[in-house]
C-alpha cells in the first residue's frame, strides 16, 4: 500500500481497535442506562471522526452527537487557551457530555474543552479518547475511557495525521523519523 515505506511499524490493527472500541461502547453503556437522558457524544474534528464511527455502534443507548473543531492559539501553549473555528449546534445546558478524542497528548485541548463545556452549563463531562500518550501530559487530565495507552512515538492513522496525511488508514502505525524531522 502507498503509505507502507513510510510505516516504521503497525501498533494497533483495525482488529484491535475494533475489539476495543466494542468493551468501551459495552461500558460506555453500562454506564448511562439508567440515567434520565442520554449523553451527548462530543467529538473533536478532526482526528476523531474514525474513532467516533466505530465507538457508537456499540453503545447501545438513544444517542446524539455534535461536533467542535478547536485549535490552540499558537504562541500561548502554557496557558491552554484554545480557539473555537466551529462550535456544537447543540445545546450542552444539563447535558451528561462524553467528548470523544483520537488522542489526549498534552492533554490542554481536552482541559479547555472540558472547563468551557462546563461553564455552558454542562451537567457532567466525561472523556472517551482511543489513544492516551500520559508521558506527555502537562494539563491535569485523566481520560475517564481509554482505548489504549501508547509511548512518545509520533503516530498515524485512524484519524491521526501528519500534515493532514495518513488519517484514512485503516490503522494505527508509527511514522518513520525521516518522514517528519
Ligand atoms: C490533536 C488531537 C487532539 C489534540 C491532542 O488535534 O486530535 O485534539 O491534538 O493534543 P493535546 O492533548 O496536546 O492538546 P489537532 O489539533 O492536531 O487537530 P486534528 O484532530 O484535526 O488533527
Redesign the pocket.
Given at each position: 500500500m502507498w503509505e507502507q515505506k513510510n510505516i516504521k511499524k503497525i501498533l494497533l490493527t483495525e482488529e484491535q481497535i475494533k475489539e476495543r472500541s466494542k468493551e468501551l461502547g459495552k461500558q460506555i453503556t453500562e454506564d448511562y442506562k439508567d440515567k434520565e437522558k442520554s449523553p451527548l457524544l462530543v467529538a473533536?474534528?478532526?482526528?476523531?471522526v474514525p474513532f467516533l464511527a466505530e465507538l457508537i455502534k456499540h453503545i447501545d443507548l438513544d444517542l446524539q452527537y455534535d461536533f467542535m473543531?478547536v485549535?490552540?492559539y499558537a504562541g500561548t501553549e502554557s496557558t491552554g487557551d484554545i480557539r473555537i473555528l466551529k462550535d456544537l449546534d447543540t445545546s450542552v445546558k444539563g447535558m451528561d457530555i462524553i467528548l470523544v478524542?483520537?488522542?489526549?497528548?498534552?492533554?490542554?485541548?481536552?482541559h479547555t474543552v472540558c472547563r468551557t463545556l462546563l461553564h455552558k452549563g454542562a451537567a457532567s463531562v466525561k472523556i472517551v479518547t482511543l489513544l492516551d500518550k500520559p508521558s506527555?501530559r502537562e494539563a491535569d487530565v485523566k481520560p475517564d475511557y481509554i482505548g489504549f495507552e501508547v509511548e512518545n512515538e509520533f503516530v498515524v492513522g485512524y484519524?491521526?495525521?501528519f500534515d493532514q496525511h495518513y488519517r484514512t488508514l485503516p490503522y494505527v502505525g508509527v511514522l518513520k523519523d525521516e518522514c517528519y524531522q
Amino acid at each position: 500500500m502507498w503509505e507502507q515505506k513510510n510505516i516504521k511499524k503497525i501498533l494497533l490493527t483495525e482488529e484491535q481497535i475494533k475489539e476495543r472500541s466494542k468493551e468501551l461502547g459495552k461500558q460506555i453503556t453500562e454506564d448511562y442506562k439508567d440515567k434520565e437522558k442520554s449523553p451527548l457524544l462530543v467529538a473533536l474534528l478532526r482526528g476523531s471522526v474514525p474513532f467516533l464511527a466505530e465507538l457508537i455502534k456499540h453503545i447501545d443507548l438513544d444517542l446524539q452527537y455534535d461536533f467542535m473543531d478547536v485549535k490552540s492559539y499558537a504562541g500561548t501553549e502554557s496557558t491552554g487557551d484554545i480557539r473555537i473555528l466551529k462550535d456544537l449546534d447543540t445545546s450542552v445546558k444539563g447535558m451528561d457530555i462524553i467528548l470523544v478524542e483520537d488522542i489526549v497528548d498534552t492533554g490542554r485541548t481536552i482541559h479547555t474543552v472540558c472547563r468551557t463545556l462546563l461553564h455552558k452549563g454542562a451537567a457532567s463531562v466525561k472523556i472517551v479518547t482511543l489513544l492516551d500518550k500520559p508521558s506527555r501530559r502537562e494539563a491535569d487530565v485523566k481520560p475517564d475511557y481509554i482505548g489504549f495507552e501508547v509511548e512518545n512515538e509520533f503516530v498515524v492513522g485512524y484519524g491521526l495525521d501528519f500534515d493532514q496525511h495518513y488519517r484514512t488508514l485503516p490503522y494505527v502505525g508509527v511514522l518513520k523519523d525521516e518522514c517528519y524531522q
